[in-house]
C-alpha cells in the first residue's frame, strides 16, 4: 500500500514548502505541483522531521489547493513534487439548488466523494458549464462535512466520466470537451462510452478466452433467422442494441407441440404480458407494430436456475483497483418478477445474495464460477474496448448445467443491488476503488505516460 501524507496549510505566509525528509534524500526537487497547476518552490526538509507537507497561503493561493485535511499521495518526478490525486468526475444534469446540485444523483455524488480520506484522493464532480479553459481552473463541487462546496481548483490529475445516459454522451460539446482534456492536456479519461450490446458481442466472440461464455447473438435480419433459432432454443430474446434497465426486451417461445408461438414483454403501461399466436408474422405485427427492428438483436434462450418457477440471473460487478488489477467487488443474485422477461426490480425483480437462494456450497461454486468469468471478461473486453476501463457491471446467467454465460456488460452499472443489506460493505469496496483506481492513473500518467496515451 503506498503511503499517504497530510497536506498542513500554515497561516504563515512562508515562501518555503516544508517536505519529509525521507524524501528529499535521493531527490532534489524544485517545483511542487496540484493537478494541472505547477510552481517553482524553496522545498526543504520539515526542522522537525515530520512525515508530512506543509506550506503557506501564499503557495496555496497559487496552486488553487482545497486545504481539507485529507492525506494525500506523493509523486516525484522531474524534480517536481506532485501532490494529489486531483480527481475530476465529469457529469451532466446540475441544477440551481445548493443541497442538490446533481439533482436526484446528488445522493450519489456525495457518497461517492465521501471515500476521500480512506483512498486519500481529492476527488470532485463537475460539468462542461464549469472549465475556464482560459486560466486552466474550474469550478469544482466537493462534498465535505456532509455538505457540497464549490471551489475553484487547477485542472484534475484524471478524470472518471459519468455521463447519465446515452443521448448525454452523443452531445457534440461534451464530446468536444473530452477530446479537449485528452488531447491538448493529455488528462487520462476513464470509463468513457456506454457499451452496445451487438459491439461487444461482436468484439468478444472472436476472443477464444471468453467466447464460450457467449451465446449465439446477431442483428434482427428475417423471421426465418427466428425461426431457425427457435428449432434450435424453443426459445429466443430480442433486445435493443443501446437498451437499459430491461427496457424493450421480448421472449419468445415457440411450443412445437400446439404449433403457437408465444411473447413475453413488459408493455407501456409497465405491465408484464405473456401473449399467444398462431404465426411468427402475427406476432411482430401486434407486438412489435412500427418499431425499427434493425435496432433489435436476437439471442438464444438459456434454461437458466430457478427459484420458486422464478428465473434467476447474477449481477456482478468488477472493478480495477489502485495498482490497476481487477478485482469482484460484487456479486447478487436477482430474481424475476412474477410474468416478468427479466430479473429488473422494476418488473417485480427481487435482489437476494447467492447463499439466501442456494445451499452453502452450490453458492461457494456458483460465486466461483462467476467470478472467474467476470474477471475474464473484464480482461477482454479491456483489451477489446477503447479507452481506459475501470469498472464493468456484468449480467450472468447459469444455466441448468451450471454453465455460466454473459447476457450484458455495463460500463456505467447501475447500484440497485445495493439495496440489499448485506451488500452494503461491497457498496462501499465499489465505490472506494471507482476511485483509487484514479490514483493508479495518475502514477501512470506521471512516471509511465507511453503507457496510458499510446
Known sequence: MRKRYLIEVTDKNQASVF?????????????????????????????EKRERVVFGKSIKEALHFPDYRVPLHLFIENQTLFIGPLIGIFTAGFTPFPLRPIGDRSLFFAKL??????????????????????????????????????????????IYDRLPNRKTERSHVLQKVRERLQKDYLIPWYNPGFFNKLDVYERLVEDSTVSDYLPETFPFTSFSNIEALLSKYGHIYMKPFNGSLGLGVHQILYDKHEDFYFCRYRDHEDINRLRKFSSLESLFKTVFGNKRLDQMLVQQGI?????????????VHTNKDDQGNWKVTAIAAKVAGPGSVTTHMKSGGVIKTPEEIFPLQDSENY????????????????????????????????????????????????????????????????????????????????????????
Open 19 to 47: 517536505c519529509p525528509p525521507s524524501l528529499l534524500k535521493d531527490h532534489t526537487i524544485k517545483r511542487i505541483a496540484f493537478g494541472g497547476q505547477s510552481i517553482e518552490a524553496n522545498i526543504i526538509p520539515h526542522p
Open 303 to 315: 434454461h437458466l436456475l430457478k427459484l420458486d418457477q422464478r428465473a434467476v440471473d447474477f449481477r
Open 113 to 158: 466523494l465521501s471515500v476521500k480520506k480512506t483512498v486519500g484522493a481529492l476527488p470532485f464532480v463537475f460539468g462542461e458549464q464549469h472549465i475556464d479553459w482560459e486560466n486552466g481552473l474550474i469550478k469544482a463541487y466537493f462534498y465535505h462535512d456532509n455538505g457540497w462546496e464549490i471551489t475553484e481548483v487547477p485542472f484534475p490529475n484524471v
Open 367 to 454: 460465486s466461483a464460477r462467476l467470478s472467474e468469468a467476470a474477471l475474464l471478461l473484464s480482461e477482454a473486453l479491456e483489451k477489446q474496448m477503447e479507452g481506459i476501463i475501470g469498472e464493468i457491471g456484468f449480467d450472468l446467467g447459469i444455466d441448468r448445467e451450471g454453465k455460466v454465460w454473459l447476457f450484458e456488460a455495463n460500463s456505467k452499472p447501475g447500484r440497485s443491488i445495493f439495496t440489499h443489506p448485506e451488500l452494503k460493505e461491497f457498496e462501499l469496496m465499489t465505490r472506494k476503488l471507482s476511485i483509487s483506481f484514479a490514483i493508479f492513473l495518475t502514477e501512470q500518467s506521471i512516471y509511465n505516460p507511453e503507457e496510458i496515451f499510446k
